[in-house]
């Protein structure tokens, strides 16, 4: 693949430019409150993990990691679980209102979320979900489905239907030849679609702040609780965030090939 | 590849429609009563019509004043950052490294700003941009700029579009990049033969083959900008006074800070119809567009 003059430079400017907050919140995170308000230092010159430690040590903290953590594995798993079949459904078969179907599934995913927070909250109190992991994680279906339905339609069309027919003919029973030969074929696709839905699960807040209030609170939520309190405790906030990127940052690692790869096999 | 008919196929998507339709016919009923009442608290309430919707549409009351002067913010805000985005996006795609380990490297810080919850995104450009603690405003004041988002409504608006640029390039970039990744290396060696100028390689190759990816980035990017409100909520709260109010923040302060049910939901009825509007107008043309590439590429 051909590249432009003084691509080296480009390159190496936008990463300073997309680094270099995420770099003052680390700083920010391992000084001690003094420092930060006191002086301006372009790296912590008294570190200290009190910060950390706090967060690890506190319940009302680490809880929150596991909260969110436990919504957003639930979601993926929803997720890609029902739109594999809807997936293979769309990129072989014409059925009655499949295009409308396709095109009301996406609207969905453009749905803004402040518009479902206040119905949500009625609907899952209703049914007595509120303030469970499995209210955020359904919640965050209305966006992630139609999401993993879109790439994984992808995928799917670009397994050669003759493969499909060579099953067939086989006599493998479609259950048997979608989890022994379709899913394998797929398999970085869906990586790929587990890593956005993880993605857009991790990140959304305004959903998941509205449907828990005790037990199932994300670590985002927790956040914005303790920054009003008594003051600004900017080294505790910084640290917070900074625990917030490590998953991300971990998945993105592990998916890191798929990412150069795996979308260019789908929807290009 | 012609699709057989086959009805049976509904089974298979099944699970899906009862998933979404759970999440999203169900509150949508909900939003569609509200819209038509009105409440003074204590559960009672009273029957409007369609008094809301009107009220919505004529900037001269309140309501109808605050919506169409924040969706005249979302709608610049979106076509700005839609401004830089894309092309940048496109730079940056073009100017990966071609192989190695720093192709790698370079994937993973560029996919890392995607992956931080929204609220600490606000958080990052919040004590970023602070003249006291933040290096970016100290070093802006420094300088000699008087920079403050707080109180200045530009400085404010600057922020808040950098930090979107700072957060969702790299997605129109991996795309592009992804786009770029499926040119076979025959495409430039023909180019090379024919002398093609580095410019003509970028407007017959590189553009047409990324057209999709394109549109699909250009997709997400306003979909999403146009119900921003966690960064710009935690940045700015909406302010200076309501400079960056978008429609989101709009919508919250009605639905669960003044608790005007009927308005909230009436005001969520409109936006979500725009955004549908919006969103069938790409659809069309995305899949107009990959209708007329199939026969091209039958006939290469």
């Known amino acids: ?268 | 590849m012609d699709k057989t008919v086959n009805q049976k196929a509904w089974f298979l998507v099944l699970p899906v429609f009862l998933v979404v339709a759970f999440s999203a016919v169900l509150p949508l009923m909900t939003v569609v009563n509200y819209s038509m009442q009105d409440t003074f608290g204590n559960n009672q309430f009273f029957w409007n019509g369609v008094g809301w919707f009107k009220e919505l549409l004529d900037p001269s009351t309140d309501l109808g004043g605050r919506f169409l002067a924040s969706l005249g913010r979302n709608l610049f805000f979106s076509l700005v950052i839609l401004a830089i985005e894309v092309p940048l996006g496109i730079v940056v795609a073009l100017s990966m490294p071609r192989q190695g380990w720093t192709v790698a490297a370079c994937l993973v810080i560029l996919a890392l700003p995607l992956l931080i919850p929204w609220n600490v995104v606000g958080t990052i450009w919040q004590i970023f941009g602070r003249p006291d603690i933040g290096l970016l405003g100290y070093v802006l004041n420094h300088i000699g700029i008087d920079y403050n988002y707080v109180s200045n409504e530009i400085d404010a608006w600057v922020t808040v579009i950098v930090m979107d640029v700072w957060h969702w390039t790299s997605l129109v970039a991996l795309l592009c990049y992804a786009g770029l990744k499926s040119i076979p290396e025959a495409y430039y060696q023909a180019a090379q033969i024919d002398g093609a100028s580095r410019w003509a390689v970028f407007k017959a190759i590189q553009l047409p083959k990324m057209n999709r990816v394109l549109l699909i980035a250009v997709l997400l990017r306003f979909m999403d900008s146009f119900m921003i409100y966690t960064e710009p909520f935690v940045v700015t709260g909406g302010g200076p006074g309501n400079s960056t109010t978008f429609v989101s923040i709009e919508l919250v302060k009605i639905a669960l800070g003044q608790f005007d049910l009927g308005k909230a939901a009436a005001l969520s009825l409109v936006y979500n119809l725009i955004i549908l509007i919006v969103c069938w107008i790409f659809y069309t043309v995305m899949t107009n567009a990959s209708a007329e590439r199939k026969p091209q590429e039958g006939a290469a």
Not at chain 1, 49 to 69: A, M, P, V
Not at chain 1, 97 to 102: A, E, P, R
Not at chain 1, 158 to 184: H, N, Q
Request: hydrophobic share 55%.
């Open chain 1, 1 to 268: 693949m051909h590249s432009i003059p003084g691509r080296r430079l480009i390159m190496a400017l936008f990463l300073i430019f997309l680094l270099l907050p995420i770099y003052w919140l680390v700083n920010m995170s391992f000084k001690t409150n003094a420092e930060i308000v006191s002086t301006m230092t372009l790296w912590p010159h008294a570190p200290t993990l009190q910060h950390y430690k706090r967060i690890f040590t506190d319940e009302s903290w680490y809880s929150g990691y596991i909260n969110s953590l436990e919504y957003v594995v639930l979601n993926t798993i929803i997720s890609i679980s029902v739109a594999l079949p809807a997936a293979y459904a769309f990129s072989r078969y014409r059925f009655l209102g499949d295009k409308h179907l396709f095109f009301w599934l996406l609207s969905n995913r453009m749905a803004p979320a402040a518009v479902y927070a206040l119905p949500f909250f009625n609907l899952y109190s209703a049914i007595g979900l509120f303030d469970t992991p499995w209210a955020v994680a359904l919640a965050h279906c209305i966006f992630n489905v139609p999401l993993a339905v879109w790439i994984l339609e992808g995928f799917v069309s670009g397994v050669p239907r003759e493969i499909d027919e060579t099953a067939f003919l086989d006599g493998y029973s479609f259950p048997r030849f979608f989890i022994k030969i379709l899913v394998p074929l797929i398999a970085s696709g869906i990586g790929v679609a587990a890593f956005f839905c993880f993605m857009f699960s991790w990140v959304e807040l305004l959903l998941a702040r509205t449907l828990t209030s005790v037990s199932a609170k994300p670590i985002a939520a927790i956040m914005t609780r303790t920054v009003s309190a008594a003051g600004m405790d900017w080294g505790l906030l910084a640290a917070a965030g900074v625990l917030t990127i490590i998953p991300g940052a971990l998945v993105i690692w592990f998916v890191r090939n798929y990412i150069a790869s795996g979308f260019a096999l789908g929807r290009v």
